[in-house]
DNA sequence: CTGTTAGCGCCTTCAG
DNA sequence: CTGAAGGCGCTAACAG
C-alpha cells in the first residue's frame, strides 16, 4: 500500500519485460537499492526492503537472469544434458536423476538429443555453450573426441555419461559394463549352454565395445569358442533385434541361450523370443523358451512374458553422480587434475 | 593462414571466454564487423567474411546468446517444459516430441520437473520467466490457475499440455479422456461386465476428472450404477495401484474388470492380477485373471503377462502438437485471439 | 545504508 | 562496405 505510483498497471498482459528500474522507479528507490533486495536485501534498511520486496511482488517483477549472468564471473546456473534420444526410457530416468541434483543447486537442464549423430552431437555442443552452460553432461556419440576436448569447452567441465571415448581427457561415469557382461554371460554357461547369442549395439560406442568383451572373456574362461554367426552387431533398435533374433532361430545350429546387450534390444529379443516359443509349441514341438539375459533392466522386466535375468541397474543413480561429480568441479570441491571415472556396480537379478 | 596476431593462443585450456572484440583485434577488424560475419555477413567484402570466419573458427569463437538476447526484440530460443517426473516414459516420450519440434527451428528445451507440486511448479515458473523463456509448455499441477495466468506470464505463451485447468485462457492440447474412458468402460460393459472397478489417480488433475466422467457417463448409458466401492482415486504410483487393486480383491463383490486410468496404475494392477491370478490357480480355483482396460499405452504393453486392452495414443504426438501450437503464437501465425483447445483421438487396441 | 558510475557481450543506429 | 557511439538489464566497485 506504499507505493502505487506505477504509470501502466500489470493489468494489462502482452509485452512490457520489468526492469529493474522499473521497480526502483515505483518504488522511489535506486535500481542498486532494487539489486541487493533481489539478491537477498543485505545492506537494505529492512523497511525500505520490504517495502521495494512488495513493489516487487505487485508487480510481478521476475529478474532477468541472462543480463545478470552477463557480468563476469556470475554463473549462469544452466546445464547441458546431451542424450542420444529422450524416448529411451533409460536416458529420461538418467536426465531425471541429473535434474533433481541440479535442481536441488538452483541449476536448470538444457536438453538436447543427438539422435546417435556426431554432427548434431556438435551443433548442439556449440550451441549450449553458445548459452553460456556451466557444464556438460553427455552420452557421447562417437570415438572420436574431436569436438569435446578441454580446448573446444573453454573450462566448461564435462562429464562423459554411460558412455566413454579413446584417449579422452573428461570425466566419466561408467556401468560395469565388462563384468555384467562377463557374468551374464558365465552364468549362462555355468549352466551348460555352449551356444550363446549376443545381440549387440554400434561397437563403436563404448558400451557395444566394454559389453562384448565381457562376453568374449566369460567363453575364454570357460575354455568355449564364440562363434561368429552367433554374434549381432550394430542392431540400433527393438525392431533390428527382433529382426535379428529371428534370423538366429532360422539357424542350423540355433542357439539355446541370448545375450540382449542393452533395453532396446531386450525388448526386441523377448518378442521374438516369444512369438517363436508359441509358434514351436502351436507346432506340436514342446519347446522351452530360449534362455536369455539382459543387460539394462527396464520397467517391467518382472512381468515379461519369459523367464529372464537381467544385469541390473539404476539409471537415474547414473545421473546423479553425473551431476554430483558435474557440481564438485563446478564448487572446485574435485581437484582440477586428473580425469576421474567411476564405474557403476551392477547386479544380477532373476525374473 | 593470414591473421595469428593472437596474444594468448587457445591451447591453454581453462577460462578465456572469446568475445567479439577478441575476434575482432586478432583479424584487424572492428568489432561491428565480426558480428555482421555471425549474422550472416550480409554487407561484408566476402573476402573479409571468409578472413573473419577463419579466425573465429581458429580461436573456437562461440556467440554468447545470452548477451546476444539482451538486445530488445532478439529472443532468447528457449522453451520452458514443465513436467510432473521425467521418469514417467509417458512424459518423456512428450518431452521428445517437443525437442524434435523445437529444435527444427533452433531453439532449445529448459526442462523442470514439478513432482506434482504447485510450489515447485510456481518456483520453476518464475526462474524460466528469468530465463527469458519465449514460451512455456507445461502439464499443470493443479486446478489453481493462479500463477499460470496471462498478467503473471507477461506476453510469454502457454500451452497446458495432456492436462488442463477450470476457467484457463491457455492454449491446450489434451487427450480424449473422456470419450476414450466411456469407450473402454462401455466395451466392457457390453461385454457382461457388471463390476468395474476404476483406478484413478487424483481428481484435482483434469486427466482424472476426465476420465472418471467417461467411466461414469458409460455406466449411466448402460443402466449400471457404479459402485462406490470399487471407485479408487488418489493413486499416484504402480505401488499404490497395486495394493489397490489388491484390496480390491479382498472384497465380497470383488469386480470382474478394472479401468486403470494411466500407465502407471496400469502397471500396478497388472502386477497385482497376475500375482492373484497365479495364487488362485496354485489354489485349485481356475480364475480366468480379471478384465483390463488401461489408458495410455506403454511399452511392452503387447507382451504383458495377462491380455489387457489400452485405451492407446501417442505421447510423442502430444509434444508435437504442443510444439507446433506454441511455435504458431510464437511466429504470430496463430491469431491472437481466444485460447485453442486440441483434443487428440485415441484408440482402443487389444492385447 | 544508499546512490552513482561503469561495463559485462552484443547489436541497432547512424556516420563515414 | 565499414566503423563509432550507445544501450539492452544487471550488479561490482566505489563514493557519500
Redesign the pocket.
Known amino acids: 500500500m506504499t507505493a502505487p505510483a506505477d504509470p501502466s498497471p500489470a493489468g494489462g498482459a502482452k509485452r512490457a519485460?520489468?526492469?529493474?528500474?522499473?521497480?526502483?522507479r515505483a518504488a522511489?528507490?535506486?535500481?542498486?537499492?532494487?539489486?541487493?533486495v533481489?539478491?537477498g536485501g543485505k545492506?537494505?534498511?529492512?523497511?525500505?526492503?520490504e517495502h521495494v520486496e512488495r513493489v516487487i511482488a505487485e508487480l510481478g517483477?521476475?529478474?532477468?537472469q541472462n543480463?545478470?549472468s552477463?557480468?563476469?564471473?556470475?554463473h549462469s546456473g544452466l546445464i547441458g544434458v546431451m542424450i542420444t534420444n529422450i524416448g529411451n526410457p533409460y536416458y529420461a530416468g538418467m536426465v531425471q536423476g541429473v535434474e533433481r541434483v541440479v535442481a536441488a543447486t538452483g541449476r536448470r537442464i538444457l536438453v538436447g538429443a543427438t539422435n546417435e549423430d556426431p554432427g548434431l552431437e556438435r551443433q548442439l555442443l556449440a550451441d549450449f555453450l553458445g548459452r553460456q552452460v556451466e557444464g556438460l553432461i553427455v552420452v557421447p556419440v562417437g570415438q572420436d573426441p574431436a569436438h569435446l576436448v578441454p580446448e573446444k569447452l573453454r573450462g566448461v567441465p564435462l562429464v562423459l555419461a554411460s558412455r566413454t571415448m579413446e584417449g579422452t581427457q573428461a570425466d566419466a561415469v561408467l556401468i560395469d559394463d565388462v563384468n555384467g557382461a562377463h557374468d551374464a554371460t558365465a552364468t549362462m554357461l555355468g549352466e551348460g549352454h555352449r551356444r550363446i547369442a549376443f545381440l549387440g549395439n554400434k561397437v563403436t560406442v563404448s558400451t557395444g565395445q566394454r559389453r562384448l568383451a565381457g562376453f568374449t572373456a566369460a567363453h575364454r574362461e570357460h575354455g568355449i569358442p564364440v562363434d561368429d554367426d552367433l554374434v549381432v552387431l550394430g542392431l540400433q533398435d527393438a525392431a533390428a533385434a527382433e529382426s535379428a533374433m529371428n534370423d538366429l532361430f532360422g539357424l542350423d545350429a540355433a542357439p539355446t541361450a541370448v545375450f540382449a546387450a542393452n533395453n532396446r534390444i531386450s525388448i526386441g529379443a523377448i518378442r521374438a523370443i516369444t512369438r517363436h516359443t508359441a509358434v514351436e509349441r502351436s507346432a506340436g514341438r514342446g519347446a522351452e523358451p530360449l534362455r536369455l539375459f539382459a543387460f539394462d533392466s527396464f520397467e517391467f522386466a518382472d512381468m515379461a512374458p519369459i523367464p529372464l535375468s537381467v544385469v541390473d541397474h539404476d539409471p537415474e543413480e547414473l545421473g546423479r553422480v553425473c551431476a554430483e561429480m558435474l557440481l564438485a568441479r563446478l564448487d572446485g570441491t574435485a581437484s582440477p587434475g586428473h580425469p576421474r571415472l567411476i564405474e557403476l556396480p551392477v547386479r544380477l537379478v532373476d525374473h
Open positions: 519485460a520489468l526492469t529493474v528500474k522499473d521497480i526502483a522511489e528507490v535506486s535500481p542498486m537499492t532494487v539489486s541487493r533481489l539478491s545492506n537494505v534498511r529492512p523497511a525500505l526492503r517483477y521476475y529478474r532477468n543480463a545478470r552477463l557480468r563476469t564471473g556470475l
